[in-house]
């Protein structure tokens, strides 16, 4: 690995039609599955999806974004109470998996996976980007996966051979995310200081501009990441964590 790449690395949502090779696809993996992980439990599955009608619908539920669109393979990560309830309902153990606390616990393996596919991936020349979408069409994506009971998805990798890389972007200062003992209060001057290089990044300002908007913070309330559009995601995500029984089936009505 080189010395900067973490301080350089870089999504990437334009890939070339190299393929990736399914051995190297599963030696990443494999890599990968040496992340930390609940109690050892591995909580997680991951469905790869590569061509055909499927990944074109695939591609429709990620509405069609260029990084997964070009992409040759999309890693459907999924928070995973399935196989290890099976495990212990064969080994006549009483699972009580079904619960929200199992599903933050299973969430948090199958992201600590993902991202540990990125960096496997990342360290043998391919790219990598997060499908934030994922949240946005988990139902739907959980029909074409067919995925089964204590099953979600809750997250996205398209991955392949980069045709160009994105530039880097900004990040906050490293003094805006520590906080050491106490979570510090910081008061409304510093809050805007630490923004300062969200607000002045030149693809930023630009984008504000193109929409008409006052400020940075306007743009990501009415535009990006709106009120209603939250609600809506918030809503139809936690009828899915329900309908795969985390947290208790509702009765069906007469």
């Known amino acids: 690995m080189r010395d900067d790449y973490f301080s350089t690395r870089s999504s990437v949502r334009q890939y070339s039609d190299r393929e990736v090779p399914r051995e190297l696809l599963i030696d990443i993996i494999e890599k990968a599955m040496r992340a930390p992980t609940c109690g050892n439990m591995q909580l997680y599955s991951i469905v790869v999806t590569t061509e055909g009608e499927r990944k074109a619908r695939l591609n429709e539920l990620h509405f069609n974004q260029p990084a997964a669109a070009t992409s040759p393979v999309i890693l459907t990560i999924c928070a995973d109470f399935n196989r290890f309830t099976r495990w212990c309902e064969i080994s006549g153990a009483d699972p009580g998996y079904d619960n929200f606390h199992s599903f933050i616990t299973a969430t948090t393996d199958a992201v600590i996976m993902a991202q540990q ?7 043998n020349g391919l790219g990598t980007c997060y499908l934030g979408t994922v949240n946005y069409n988990a139902a739907e994506i959980s029909k074409l996966l067919e995925l089964p009971d204590l099953v979600v998805p809750v997250a996205s990798l398209s991955i392949g051979y980069p045709a160009k890389r994105d530039e880097l972007c900004e990040r906050l200062p490293v003094e805006a995310v520590v906080h050491f003992d106490t979570y510090r209060k910081d008061s409304d001057r510093e809050i805007t200081d630490l923004f300062k290089v969200k607000d002045d990044f030149e693809a930023n300002r630009n984008f504000v501009k193109e929409n008409g908007k006052r400020n940075l913070a306007e743009l990501f309330t009415d535009i990006r990441y709106p009120r209603k559009l939250n609600e809506e995601v918030s809503e139809s995500f936690s009828a899915l964590i329900r309908e795969k029984g985390f947290l208790g089936k509702e009765e069906k009505k007469d």
């Open 117 to 123: 596919i990125v960096t496997v991936a990342e360290m």
